[in-house]
């Protein structure tokens, strides 16, 4: 049993076919609970992880989450060619970049595409499965550079995550602000209004 007044809690997540080191969305979700229904009087919570302890903290009307900082190496397009089809169809990959401890793929989209192309893009993620040959993608994230338009503040980027390797997709309707700080390496804010 533990009591809400904690500031440490374990937290595991799970997909339909097993657990995963990590989910930076329902951490966050878990600590919105924790902080704003429970009133947790705490200003940080650590949650103890597959992934190593992650701390998430209040500041003002956002919850900060610090994330762990997993390096990225250039990817060769002609191996995940296939891959790359069944993910994106036709639209131009500015950039390509693998995380060997994390086996994900990152496909950064070409800055000319709005944020409505990503988010209306129809993606049949159990096609990766049989496009993916090297065996080392386990994730993918499509990802789009954010843009201010003046009515907002704008955002970082924009994300998609698949991994149907888990038998898990990853997509909100609800678009939350995601900004990286400088000064906070790997850092979500999250706004409520």
């Known amino acids: 049993i533990f009591t809400l007044i904690s500031s440490r809690f374990g937290l595991r997540w ?3 076919a097993n657990e995963v080191p990590l989910c930076g969305h329902a951490t966050l979700a878990s600590a919105a609970v924790l902080f704003h229904v429970k009133k947790n009087p705490n200003s940080v919570l650590t949650f103890v992880t597959l992934s190593g302890e992650l701390k998430t ?3 003002k009307d956002q919850i900060v989450l610090d994330l762990p900082l997993y ?4 990817q060769v397009p002609q191996e995940v060619e296939e891959l790359i089809k069944a993910a994106t169809g036709d639209m131009i990959v500015q950039d390509l970049r693998y995380s ?3 086996e ?5 989209l070409s800055d000319a595409y709005e944020r409505s192309v990503l988010e209306e893009l129809q993606v049949r993620a159990q096609h990766f499965l049989s496009a993916e040959k090297t065996g080392k993608v386990k994730g993918l994230i499509l990802t789009l550079k954010g843009k201010s338009n003046g009515k907002d503040k704008g955002h970082d980027f924009y994300s998609r995550y698949f991994a149907p390797w888990y038998a898990h997709y990853c997509f909100l ?8 700080r400088p000064d906070i390496p790997a850092s979500f804010f999250i706004t409520f209004s």
């Open 104 to 108: 994900k793929l990152l496909v950064r």
């Open 71 to 74: 390096s990225t190496y250039p």
């Open 57 to 59: 903290r209040q500041e």
């Open 14 to 16: 799970f997909t339909p």
């Open 100 to 102: 060997p401890d994390t």
């Open 173 to 180: 309707k609800i678009q939350l602000p995601v900004v990286i």
